[in-house]
C-alpha cells in the first residue's frame, strides 16, 4: 500500500469516530493529506500510530455553564476545553466565545493549534475551548456573571504547567480579566501564569494585543521577500475588524501598503484613502459598534451591507475574521482581480476548494498555523515573563516576535523544499509541525 492509501484509510477511521463534526474533518484532511512525504522518510510514524495518536484528544471536557442575566433570567451555555496534544508542553490555546461553537469547531482549533505550536519552536501543547454564549448585546455584568460561571467549573482542569488558555473570538483582555479574577479567587493562588492576554498592570505582556496581526505582516513581508518583494505600495483588504484585523491594517499601513477594505459580519467598508485605524478602533473596541458606523463617520468611506469584502481588487489578501469565510468563488474574483498573494489571520478561513484555486493561478498562500502564530507565540513569551517575574519593554517583545515570525516562515520554506514542493507554504507548515510533534511524543513512549 502507498502511503497516501495509508493516510486515506486513517482518514476515514478519524471521520467515521467522530461524527458530524464536518470543521474538525476538513482541519484533519488538510494536514493529513500533505503528510505522505514525512511517512516516506519516516515510516516506522505508521507502526507507532503517530498520526491516528495525534488525531485523539489527549482529553475533552464538556460542562453546563449557568448564569442570570441583568432582569434575573437564567439561561444555560455548553462550555468546552479540548486538551489536545502535551508532548511539547502545556496544553496552549484560546477560549472562543460565539453562538457557533460545538464540539467539532473547538477540536479542529485544537488540531490546528497543536501544528501550529510546533512551528513557534516554544515549549507548548495545543488545546482550545469555549462556549456556545453570544457576548453580542450583553452588558459587561452579563459578561462578568458568564466569564466567573465558566471558570468555576473549567479551573479544576487548569494551571500554568498543565493548560494555559488565553483569547479567541469573543474572548479580549475584559473577559480574560473576569476569568483570571474568578481562578485568584477560587484557588487562592495569584497564578499568573495560568492564562494569556492578561493586562498590562496584572501580569500581562507588551505586543500581546498586537501580536496576530503584527505576526501575520511580518510573515507576509517574508513571503514577499522570498519573491523579490514588499508590502511598500501595496493594495490590500482584510476581512474582518476585530483585534487581529486592526492590527493587521495597522502594521500593513507602517509597511507602506495600502489597506482598502475591512468588514463585519453584517457588511464592508471600502476607504480608498485607506482605512483609518484610529477611527476603527474608537467604532468596534470603544463603542463596540458596527461596522456602518465607520462609513458613516469617514467622508472618503463607503459602506456596502451584505456581499463580500473579496469582491473588492487588491494585491494581498489577509482574511482575519472566521473559518471558511473565503470559498472557491472568492478565490477566482480574487486572483481575477489581480490578487498574488493570501495569507490567514484566522484560522482556516480559506476553504479546500479555494486553496486550489489559488494554487492553480500561482497565487502565494500561507496558511493560518503558520501565518498567525504570532499570538500564540507572543502569548508564550507572557508565560516566560510570568515565570521570571519580569517584564519586557514594547520594543524587545515587538523585536523577538518579528524574530520568531522570521524562524517560522523560514521552518515552513525550507520543510517545503525538503518534502518535495518548494513554496508550498501548506505542506511545509504541516510537515516540520508535525515532525516536532511526532519526535517528542516518540521520545516520551506510548502515553
Ligand atoms: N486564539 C489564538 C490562536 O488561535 C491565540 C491562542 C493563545 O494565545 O494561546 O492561536
Redesign the pocket.
Known sequence: MTHAADIDRIHEEVTRRNPGEAEFHQATREVLSTLAPVLAKRPHYLDLKMIERICEPERQIIFRVPWQDDRGQVHINRGFRVEFNSALGPY???L?FHPSVNLGIVKF?GF??IF?NALTGMP?GGG?GGADFDPKGRSDAEVMRFCQSFMTELYRHLGEYTD?????IGVGGREIGYMFGQYKRITNRYESGVL??KGLAWGGAQV?PEA?GYGLIFFVEQMLAARGGSLDGRRVVVSGSGNVAVHAIAKAQQYGARVVACSDSAGYVVDESGIDVDLLRQVKEVERARLSVYAERSPSARYVGGGSVWDVPCEVALPCATQNELDEAAAAELVGNGCRLVAEGA?MPTTAAAVEVLRSAGAAFGP?KAA??G??A??ALEMQQNASRDSWTFERSEAKLAEIMRDIHARCFEAAEEYGRPGDYVLGANCAGFVRVADAMHDLGVV
Open positions: 496552549k490555546g484560546g472562543r482549533l490546528e493549534q501550529k507548548i482550545k494555559v488558555p488565553a483569547g479567541d494569556t492576554g500581546r496576530t484560522n493560518g498567525n502564530a499570538g500564540v507572543t502569548s
